[in-house]
């Protein structure tokens, strides 16, 4: 039967390899009765201090403060969608009326920030999590939305036009 000779070719392999990681007992006492669960029985070897792993480089300190953003914390600066300014959560910037965007609401939360607005037209789009390592901004209505960085309630993001 061909699945007779593969069955031990496994199993031998396997008992080889286990053979192999624990370093002690022989193939024959292992084969005798595969159905059991294989044991070493040498005791571990004590640890000894050029065994163990080196000590871990401590990570560098989390920043706690965001960068300083062009245009600080104004949000008028954002009226023409040319800014860079620091928001809060809640926070509302209105566009000049030619992006035709109603005010647009911002959320940061969960290190990312999301952008809400409604076109002239009634349609609701949004920007849902972004964050400052995702490759780019969103765009609604040829404005480009981008965070630059986040931290708890507050972010910095750009705001430019295309």
């Not at 480089?57 to 008028?76: D, F, H, M, Q, V």
């Not at 901004?137 to 480009?144: A, H, K, Q, S």
Request: charged content about 15%.
């Amino acid at each position: 039967m061909p699945g007779r000779p593969t069955n031990r070719v496994i199993l031998t392999g396997a008992v080889g390899v286990f053979g192999l990681l624990t370093g002690c007992g022989s193939a024959a006492k292992q084969t005798a009765s595969p159905a059991a669960p294989m044991r070493s029985s040498a005791a571990p070897a004590p640890s000894s201090p050029a065994a163990s792993s080196p000590p871990s480089t401590p990570l560098p300190p989390r920043a706690t403060s965001l960068p300083k953003a062009r245009n600080g914390t104004k949000l008028r600066a954002c009226r023409d969608a040319n800014c860079e300014v620091l928001v809060s959560d809640g926070q509302v910037i209105t566009l000049d009326d030619k992006w035709g965007l109603s005010p647009v609401e911002i959320t940061v939360e969960d290190e990312s920030v999301t952008f809400y607005s409604v076109s002239a037209s009634g349609a609701q789009m949004s920007i849902v999590g972004q964050t400052p390592d995702q490759g780019g901004p969103g765009t609604i209505n040829d404005v480009n939305f981008e965070v630059l960085a986040v931290r708890g309630t507050k972010a910095v993001i750009m705001i430019t036009h295309e």
